[in-house]
């Protein structure tokens, strides 16, 4: 059951599954009847909202609009639970974006406890976390982990902690490539290992090192947990979460390139601003997540 106009749910749906035939299946009417809505919809605000081309994406309105029915899908599934509980089945995903050492350190702690005590369903988009909020100014989802502290308008901020990243190699590359220390010459020769071409955190550290221009070999790898065992095995140097990389560095299996030198990146949850159980239940539990795992925020 649905309270939100047919039209939006028809909107909606077209931009989360990528098609009209795929948005009719999963509102059991014809792609025809969802073609139907969505030109219904776009004649009564005179806007395009859908750009029909394999996947359909939200034109500029379109993305306005989404934004604005985001938090209308939560407050909804919300009053169905409180007058039809007996009809109350699965929630509709939630749709929150994360950056990927998040996912794959501290934030699926969260989501286990948000689904085992409110039966939550999620819909996770990774993105850096200095892009993420990109996915809210653009209607694709409620919520973002990010690292912009300053809130969108119609948003709400909340600290989750600091991020802190080793910059990491192997002991025969650092022998290969970092012998007579970590300089501007020693970063210009030795490959770095890089998480796709949005990553900047490498090069930050690498200006804490030396203001010289470098330009090393990269190697780009999009996968987290995977840096630390492409640097193990001795394919470049790169900057990991913390907290993958103490059994590596127990093991001896990698070094830190420069001791004492790291590079932190501050955390937030940004959100729409509504007054949502679902989005009070949803920062609470990340924030607990996240304070077992990151370094607390400084005032």
Not at 212 to 237: E, N, Q
Request: glycine residues 6%; aromatic residues 8%.
């Amino acid at each position: 059951m649905d309270l939100l106009n047919p039209q939006l749910r028809a909107f909606t749906a077209v931009l989360e599954e990528g098609s009209f035939e795929a948005a009719a299946r999963k509102l059991y009417i014809t792609a025809s009847a969802v073609s139907q809505r969505i030109k219904t919809l776009e004649d009564r605000l005179g806007q395009v909202l859908v750009l029909r081309q394999p996947p359909c994406r939200p034109t500029p309105a379109g993305e306005l609009l989404l934004r604005r029915v985001r938090p209308m899908q939560v407050l909804e599934a919300e009053a169905l639970a409180d007058f039809l509980p007996e009809k109350n089945g699965p929630c509709r995903p939630i749709a929150i974006a994360v950056n990927s050492d998040s996912l794959d350190t501290w934030f699926l702690a969260a989501l286990s406890q948000l689904s085992q005590e409110h039966g939550y369903l999620f819909d996770v988009r990774v993105d850096d976390q200095d892009h993420t909020l990109e996915l809210i100014r653009n209607g694709s989802v409620l919520g973002a982990v990010t690292a912009e502290p300053t809130p969108l308008q119609g948003c709400e901020v909340q600290a989750l902690g600091i991020m802190r990243y080793q910059a990491i190699a192997s002991p025969k590359f650092m022998t290969n490539h970092f012998a007579t220390g970590v300089d501007a010459s020693s970063l210009d020769q030795a490959p770095m290992i890089v998480f796709n071409r949005k990553d900047e955190l490498q090069w930050r550290f690498i200006r804490q090192i030396t203001q010289a221009r470098v330009a090393p070999p990269i190697h780009y790898l999009p996968t987290s947990t995977g840096f630390v065992k492409a640097a193990a095995l001795g394919l470049g140097w790169c900057l990991a979460p913390e907290s993958l990389v103490y059994e590596a560095l127990d093991a001896q299996e990698l070094m830190l390139i420069a001791p004492g030198r790291w590079l932190d990146v501050p955390l937030y949850w940004q959100h729409a601003a509504i007054r949502s159980d679902t989005l009070q239940h949803l920062g609470g539990a990340l924030r607990q997540a996240a304070s077992i795992s990151l370094h607390p925020v400084q005032n």
